[in-house]
């Protein structure tokens, strides 16, 4: 009986739940870790504010030109530095991006193929090793952080993306009215070199044209506009409400933002894929039997004030430039059917491992054209069918299996944009981190609060309170015989 007392005594001073931490099997953060996290936030989020033409600003000669060191976004530089750091200093951190890599088999698969194709275009084709660094480690890496961060630095990684993206808004529309570039005109004065010429183009004063705001180039304007645009619309609940009625302006601003940078794929593209869920959200909502009539009616004031406000903005001739580029093609789609052409007079030996990257900028002068615009034409001419076909298969898999171990549903409707712009453009062959801020953007809006709980550590038998618990039992079982 006296041990029965103590053991009692002991359970009403000790709480019967079990903190989440110790459950896991880990200590609670320390203050000083958790800072760190705001850290990789804002690093990561370099990503998205420092593009090429700012860069170049700044006087890092990215685009070409410059020293060894700068043909690496400084960002990334400081990713792995603080990775580093976070790894040593934070073990529930350690723990879960271990875990986080180990439990996804289709990450290990892409991140497989990344690397062997880089040494194959590396070491067969004298391909530069900066271009796989930039838009595919950096990409794998800040979906591991981000997959892998508590609530709170999540929250304001996503706070920082909403601001970052109102900004560029704001700014697109301000350029549309005032009928300038700024960035443009900055750059008129800033010396580059003839590579750096090729690439970005010349900018002399009073150009207007496809503009851009904070991007830096306008392809990559619209396509991460796309990107938030989505986010947005299928992050939000569907009730009636004011954050809900803030995110869907959000994201109908950032796609008549698309319209000034005349992208005419990324405009379409993104279009479909948000009538796609509207569609959806409809379909699940009727077979469910659930419909808000808040919902309904405030989509149906909605749609009537988009309608006005649509027809204001084409009596403004806001749709101008978009109109004339699907009337004028201005050698777009010339380039891409050279590139095209370029694959089909390869050998079949050509096409199974490669050309030297000599040879196919050889082959590209004949032709008259700067770059050959698709991703995956690129990836074919340089490291071949053999890589080709594993990198873009655990692409895929990257895009629709891993992303939606930790991702609502919704983050399949930002893949598929992804998707088509890695297929339609250029932007995963060449030097750029697009890559990485679609899903910097996706991610941070998508990723569910219960994540990094996913892969953690399994509990350990049974905790010292639990055990007294069924000791406690025992002798109440025991006494009542």
């Known amino acids: 009986m006296p041990k029965r007392d103590a053991l009692a005594t002991e359970m ?41 033409r700012v860069l170049l600003l700044l006087g890092w000669h990215y685009v070409g030109g410059g020293s060894g060191i700068e043909k690496i976004h400084p960002a990334t530089y400081l990713l792995l530095f603080s ?194 869920y509207m569609t959806y959200s409809a379909v699940n909502g009727a077979i469910k039997g659930y419909v808000d009539k808040a919902s309904v009616a405030f989509a149906f004031f909605m749609s009537i004030a988009l309608a006005i406000f649509c027809m204001f903005l084409w009596s403004v001739g806001f749709f101008d430039p978009m109109l004339s580029r699907f009337q004028y093609d201005y050698g777009s789609a010339l380039s891409r059917d050279y590139a095209l052409e370029i694959l089909q007079q390869a050998s079949t030996s050509d096409l199974w491992f490669g050309l030297p990257v000599a040879e196919l900028d050889a082959i590209q002068q004949s032709f008259g054209i700067i770059a050959i615009e698709i991703s995956w034409v690129n990836f074919i001419l340089v490291g071949g069918l053999i890589t080709t076909i594993p990198l873009f298969a655990t692409l895929c898999l990257f895009l629709f299996r891993s992303l939606r171990l930790y991702c609502d549903s919704g983050i399949y409707f930002v893949s598929l944009l992804i998707l088509e712009s890695t297929f339609a453009s250029n932007s995963i062959w060449s030097k750029t981190t697009v890559l990485t801020g679609s899903l910097i953007v996706g991610i941070s809006f998508l990723r569910r609060n219960d994540a990094p709980l996913k892969f953690q550590r399994a509990p350990i038998k049974a905790s010292r309170v639990e055990r007294l618990a069924g000791m406690v039992k025992q002798a109440n079982a025991r006494s009542s015989r």
């Open 12 to 52: 009403k001073i000790m709480p019967v739940s079990v903190p989440t931490f110790a459950k896991i099997g880990l200590r609670r953060p320390h203050r000083s870790t958790t800072m760190l996290y705001y850290v990789l936030a804002i690093i990561i989020m370099l990503y998205l504010a420092l593009p090429s």
């Open 83 to 276: 990775l580093c750091i976070s790894l040593v200093f934070d073990q529930q951190f350690r723990w879960r991006v271990t875990a986080r890599v180990a439990s996804d088999s289709s990450l290990l698969c892409f991140i497989a193929a990344v690397i062997v194709t880089a040494a194959y275009a590396y070491l067969g084709a004298a391909a530069s090793i900066a271009p796989f660094v930039d838009t595919f480690f950096s990409a794998i890496v800040t979906t591991i952080i981000i997959t892998c961060m508590p609530k709170q630095s999540l929250t304001f990684l996503r706070r920082l993306v909403d601001i970052f993206f109102i900004i560029n808004v704001l700014l697109i529309f301000t350029e549309v009215i005032l009928q300038r570039d700024f960035l443009s005109e900055y750059l008129v004065g800033v010396v580059r070199t003839a590579e750096e010429l090729v690439v970005l183009g010349a900018q002399r004063s009073g150009d207007f044209g496809r503009i851009s705001a904070l991007f830096g180039h306008p392809l990559d304007a619209a396509f991460l506009f796309g990107i938030y645009s989505i986010s947005n619309l299928v992050s939000t609940p569907p009730r009636f409400s004011r954050m809900t009625v803030g995110r869907v302006g959000l994201s109908l601003l950032s796609y008549l933002a698309i319209f000034p940078s005349q992208s005419r794929s990324s405009m379409v593209v993104t279009g479909i894929i948000l009538l796609l």
